[in-house]
């Protein structure tokens, strides 16, 4: 069973610090990983994909992908209290449907 | 630019009642579209998704069932709902002119089973 775990938080970090939320995954042969972000009451929201080894960069975020490791990433650089939410891990198998981690929850304080 | 509505907004039915969702994707052709739940405090659960018009692929047996009679337009239905029934209904869809895997989310349905 392919199965993708996150930490359930919350997570509490302070206002400009570094956030640094985690995912790893069972299946091998995952191609594709995502991160979504989901404020209370909404949908959740694609904030950054990365398909190969290494970090990937997007504003205050960044994305990083070991393979090798089964792991998966996401560091938020100077935290806002905006960016409390919760933040879902997704792994695309090649050619098969997404697999959701639970999500973490994270909480940025004043 | 896609953009992908779902209605309604929120849903209160009672048990035994009849269900139907509808979603649709502007903007785009041909897009894989799915149909999410997500129980309170809970993760996604992949409910059905589908490839092309009439095609219908089923993750969890249950009293729900998906339709797509257009490209652009997926509906979720149910004859009966249960208690178990409640939670936030999400539709999604990929591919299109977008990278063929990064999936986009509706603002989802929030239904009530009483």
């Known amino acids: 069973q392919k199965e993708v775990e996150q930490n359930s938080g919350p997570l509490s970090v302070p206002e400009g610090a570094i956030a640094s939320l985690n995912c790893t995954y069972s299946?091998?042969?995952?191609?594709?990983f995502f991160w979504y972000r989901q404020y209370s009451g909404k949908s959740p929201e694609l904030i950054m994909s990365?398909?190969?080894?290494g970090d990937k960069e997007d504003g205050r975020f960044t994305a990083q992908l070991n393979k090798a490791s089964q792991y998966v990433s996401l560091l938020i650089r100077d935290s806002q209290p905006s960016d409390s939410a919760t933040y879902l891990c997704a792994v695309n198998p090649y050619g098969q449907n997404f697999v959701f981690g639970p999500g973490t929850r994270l909480s940025v304080l004043p | 630019s896609q953009t992908i509505h779902q209605w309604p907004a929120t849903l209160v039915q009672p048990v035994g009642s009849p269900l139907s969702l509808e979603c649709t994707v502007e903007?785009?052709?041909?897009?894989?579209l799915y149909w999410y739940r997500q129980a309170a405090g809970r993760g996604l659960q992949l409910l059905f998704y589908s490839v092309g018009i009439g095609q219908i692929s089923s993750e969890v047996p249950q009293n729900l069932s998906a339709s797509r009679p257009q490209d652009r337009q997926f509906i979720l239905s149910s004859k009966k709902l249960l208690l178990s029934d409640s939670g936030f209904y999400l539709c999604a869809w990929s591919g299109g002119n977008r990278r063929w895997n990064e999936q986009y989310f509706g603002p989802g349905t929030r239904l009530t089973v009483t």
């Open positions: 299946d091998r042969g995952s191609q594709s």
């Open positions: 903007g785009t052709s041909n897009p894989n």
């Open positions: 990365i398909y190969s080894n």
